[in-house]
């Protein structure tokens, strides 16, 4: 049962407290990425006989494979992935950035260039769910950043096939390459390249512990888009919340794993008390009960607060994943939110929009790094390169502060490059 707290008699340790992360897998990643560095293809054909258990001589995805995956997908499904991927983009491009020159000096230019990323990596998990949704999210920001090709790798069944709806949503997301291979050996592949898997600049996406630790270590070869930890929502409800709806909500995130963490902050000790009835009443009626019992049971909690005020205060330390604000006038504590993922307000805006069909990003910063760090986006496909240019008179009117600036930093071989155009009266050159 969730247990519940008062901020008035709880010590702070026990309210903030996240759990373990699990245990530590780094030495298994590091085995596993430097056999795939040597060996390749070869490397990767062994890991998904053992892991996936589907002997692959070519994991590529053929065009076939993709017509027969489309056929496969109910219509209303491959419908509603197209309405939510049409919502996803008219999203995401209002993010693009543009290029810029200032010119405001005689003789000065100086400007930033946008400049897409050549090939992104996108990583989506298999196993116990499959989330055509994180292609989505993934692929379409890429796409409108302008990235020249997106590679898919996912893990495939025992009959060495992909789930068709994963397919699907990659054909509508636009994305070119697609292979079937997953875990760590799959991030090393995109990682380091093979003779079938191109190397790529950046790999994004949700993974397992494995496929976090795989990121983390190849971090600085290529890019990443975060080292993402258990699923979180947090929800702050007043006491004329619903708490059948609250309780859903908690469990939206509870069902993703054991590790996963749903908490409920509320002005109202009777709300406290409704919600967690309702989720020992709902907990039993979910196909991955066993899951969200773990999850409720280690890892979730109910905090009650003097008010709505506090609950924030609350919710700003903890810094979720997801947050919902569950009152009747939510825009007027928006402002107040400072730390949290992606923020869903009032009371008919359930996480599960954000998940699927609303537009903005579900790869959200977890383990408190919201503090810092932002949602997927646009921004994440492309790299940002400044440009200068002076001419001979602007050069000579600040070559002076230049190699002033330099000297004082001890550093004469800066300050004799801005003096070597030939007008200085003394050149020691």
């Known amino acids: 049962m969730i247990p519940i707290y008062s901020m008035k008699e709880t010590d702070r340790a026990t309210i903030f407290a996240r759990g373990e992360m699990g245990a530590d897998v780094s030495g298994t990643v590091s085995a596993i990425l430097a056999d795939v560095r040597a060996r390749g293809d070869a490397a990767l ?39 939510a991927a049409r919502r996803i983009r008219a999203f995401h491009s209002r993010q693009v950035r543009h290029d810029f020159v ?4 005689p003789g000065v230019v100086l400007g ?19 989330y055509p949704s994180s292609v989505l999210m993934n692929a379409i ?4 950043a302008g990235v020249d090709e997106v590679v898919m790798v996912t893990p495939p069944g025992p009959d060495g096939k992909i789930n068709p709806v994963i397919l699907a949503a990659a ?62 929502i947090l929800v702050i409800a007043d006491g004329a919340s619903d708490p059948r709806c609250v309780a859903a909500d908690l469990l939206s995130q509870a069902e993703h ?17 409704a919600v967690q009835a309702e989720l020992e009443r709902q907990i039993p009626l979910l196909p991955r009960a066993e899951i969200a019992r773990t999850s409720i049971d280690n890892r979730g909690k109910i905090i009650v607060a003097e008010s709505i005020e506090e609950a924030i205060a609350v919710s700003n330390e903890i810094a979720p994943e997801h947050l919902e604000v569950c009152v009747d006038n939510p825009f007027d504590y928006l402002a107040r939110i400072r730390h949290a993922g992606s923020v869903f307000l009032g009371r008919a805006c359930p996480e599960a929009l954000g998940d699927y069909f609303a537009g903005p990003n579900h790869t959200l910063p977890t383990s408190g790094t919201a503090r810092f760090s932002s949602p997927l ?34 550093l004469e071989a800066h300050a004799r490059s801005a003096e070597a155009r030939g007008w200085e009266k003394d050149s020691n050159l």
Not at 260 to 272: I, K, N, P, Q, R
């Open 45 to 83: 054909r062994e890991y998904t006989a053992r892991f996936d258990r589907a002997d692959l001589e070519d994991p590529t995805v053929s065009a076939a494979e993709m017509e027969e995956a489309l056929s496969a997908v109910e219509p209303r499904f491959l419908e509603v992935l197209r309405e």
């Open 141 to 144: 920001p890429a796409s409108i």
């Open 377 to 410: 986006s646009v921004d994440d496909f492309v790299k940002k390169s400044a440009f200068t240019y002076y001419t001979s008179e602007a050069l000579a009117a600040v070559a002076d502060d230049v190699a002033f600036f330099a000297r004082k930093e001890g």
């Open 102 to 105: 200032i010119n405001d000096q």
């Open 112 to 130: 930033q260039r946008v400049i897409p990323l050549e090939r992104v990596g996108l990583y989506v998990p298999g196993g116990t769910a499959s």
């Open 171 to 232: 054909h509508i997301a636009g994305v070119g390459r697609i292979f079937k291979m997953g875990g760590a050996q799959a991030v090393a592949a995109l990682a380091y390249g093979t003779a079938r898997v191109p190397k790529v600049d950046k790999i994004v996406g949700p993974g397992n512990a494995y496929v976090a630790e795989a990121k983390r270590q190849v971090y600085g070869l290529v890019d990443i888009d975060m080292i993402a930890g258990p699923s979180e």
């Open 257 to 273: 794993d054991r590790l996963a963490s749903a908490v409920l902050v509320t002005d109202s000790a009777a709300l406290a008390q």
